[in-house]
């Protein structure tokens, strides 16, 4: 299984040499300029980012306090990009903007591996090169390698896992493999994906390589264990947060034929059709020749990249149809994306090896100046779509960005002012000091404890919005109908006026911001 199809190593073209140092740091920095820039300039794409950001916050205040402990690494995400931007923020600051940058270079790995993955596959540094913009120049590549967030870090790691595959370094890539697993939970797959390689490749296998993979899963259900109580912990939080999530959106409970199908569209459109295509032309191509050959060959490099590929698209589907994964985000099919590329890539040099014909004669032969015409439209459409998306992201109003200056503005004013804040992204972009937020974590759940809570801690501006778990709906409601604080006189008297805020965005934004009063009636501010 040296090779799927026609062998690719009797193609060979002027582009074919090994590239130099210089030419990978120049794609490096190309690639890289957009993407710091996009830091500084781009809006967090998804509410997960100040999620992430509040905890590398806080892992960075232990650290510089001497405080830090296996609980400062505990939480509903895995920990290591988390533990890095702490790091680093510690030693230089700006705890929003090293996450950010952090994920940008991320990125701009992850196109300088996608450049040498497609090289190893095809020795055609043209199509390298061609495969190398079609990521470096992706807008939703750009938009979440701006991003403090795990998709990209976490694919630039599954990248150069496959790399060092390809490469037969299994200890290093072993060490990939431990970082991934210790981001995202679905790497805990290549506990099992990087020894069979391994024994199918070399006829080896390295133990030091397995204990490497094993000590993420190890280590993570130790923290759980030490700061939760039960090395399951982890596992509780999580689906706690699933079974909340369905309760408050009953239709992610079922699969009706439009959702499966709006959720896979997004997929395929983020992973690219012909990409899709590709790998599973590659993959049922592989297949057929295992059939005929058996397992006596070394496996082919990329038949290492189909099988990170259908690894990680596999354990996906299983957790949406298992409802561990109640939705699929477009961003998800990004990592697909990277590592289909090199393998569209080697789909079309096969093409080219069938007609005997070289890359720039690719439009004399019919087929191919059709499969050409279609991977020109249809990459040219997901570009030109992805485009106006993230425009449209860059530009609309954000209201939680709105609520954050409002606060902000009045901590300016009035340094002693307390704020009940539920919301991670109006958290952390108000710039107030995170552990002087009252929020759920830190407050009662019962309504009577509730009240007394904004007394003691003279809560002045409560900021509501309607979040999956939350009772903050119900006890407003209490406290607007004069129902709440009526059994004791500790929280007796609390009352609500609701703040107006310029620009105003519809009501359906979901974010109410209140003005807590004593003894006074309330009233709307105008």
């Known amino acids: 299984m040296d090779h799927i199809g026609p062998p690719l190593a009797h193609f060979r073209c002027m582009s074919s040499t090994k590239p130099a140092k210089s030419q990978l740091f120049l794609l490096l920095i190309l690639s890289a300029i957009p993407r710091i820039i996009g830091a500084f300039w781009l809006p967090n794409a998804f509410g997960d980012a100040y999620a992430y950001t509040e905890q590398v916050y806080y892992m960075r205040r232990a650290l510089l306090m001497g405080t830090f402990s296996q609980s400062n690494l505990f939480g509903f995400w895995l920990p290591l990009y988390q533990l890095i931007c702490a790091v680093v923020s510690a030693l230089i600051g700006s705890p929003f903007y090293v996450p950010k940058i952090i994920s940008a270079l991320s990125g701009a790995g992850v196109c300088l591996l996608v450049f040498l993955l497609t090289f190893e596959l095809t020795a055609n540094k043209s199509l390298a090169l061609v495969s190398f913009t079609l990521v470096a120049l992706n807008p939703y590549h750009l938009l979440y390698s701006s991003a403090a967030m795990t998709d990209i870090p976490h694919a630039f790691f599954i990248l150069l896992c496959a790399h060092c595959c390809i490469k037969d370094r299994w200890l290093l890539a072993a060490l990939c493999g431990l970082a991934a697993g210790l981001m995202r939970i679905e790497s805990w797959s290549l506990v099992l994906i990087i020894p069979v390689l391994q024994a199918l490749r070399t006829r080896r296998l390295s133990v030091l390589a397995c204990i490497t993979l094993l000590l993420g899963p190890a280590f993570w259900l130790y923290v759980s264990w030490k700061a939760g109580g039960s090395p399951w912990r982890y596992f509780e939080i999580r689906n706690t947060y699933i079974v909340e999530t369905l309760a408050a959106s009953p239709w992610l409970a079922t699969f009706p034929l439009w959702r499966v199908g709006l959720d896979l569209l997004r997929l395929v459109y983020t992973t690219q059709p012909m990409v899709l295509f590709a790998c599973c032309l590659s993959l049922t191509l592989a297949i057929r020749e295992l059939q005929l050959r058996g397992l006596r060959h070394r496996i082919s490099s990329e038949c290492i990249l189909l099988v990170f590929f259908f690894a990680h698209l596999t354990f996906l589907l299983l957790a949406y149809f298992t409802r561990n994964q109640p939705e699929v985000w477009p961003r998800y099919g990004l990592i697909f994306f990277t590592l289909g590329l090199p393998v569209l890539a080697a789909q079309l040099l096969r093409k080219h090896v069938a007609t005997g014909l070289s890359i720039s004669d690719s439009f004399k032969d019919a087929s191919l100046r059709l499969a050409n015409i279609v991977l020109m439209v249809l990459f040219g459409l997901q570009f030109c779509i992805q485009l106006i998306e993230v425009t449209r992201t860059t530009v609309k109003s954000d209201p939680n960005k709105i609520v ?86 500790s929280s007796k008297g609390i009352t609500l006026e609701e703040v107006t805020l310029r620009p105003r965005r519809k009501a359906n934004d979901g974010i109410v911001l209140y003005r807590v009063h004593g003894n006074e009636m309330a009233s709307s501010s105008r």
């Open 404 to 489: 954050a200056e409002f606060l902000e503005d009045q901590r300016l004013a009035d340094r002693s002012l307390k704020v009940y804040c539920e919301d991670g992204a109006i958290r952390v972009l108000s710039g107030i000091p995170l552990e002087e937020f009252k929020d759920q974590y830190n407050s009662p759940n019962d309504t009577e404890s509730f009240l007394r809570s904004l007394r003691e801690n003279q809560i002045r501006l409560l900021v509501y919005k309607d979040l999956p778990g939350s009772r903050l709906a119900e006890i407003i409601k209490e406290i607007r109908s004069g129902k709440a604080g009526s059994a004791r006189s």
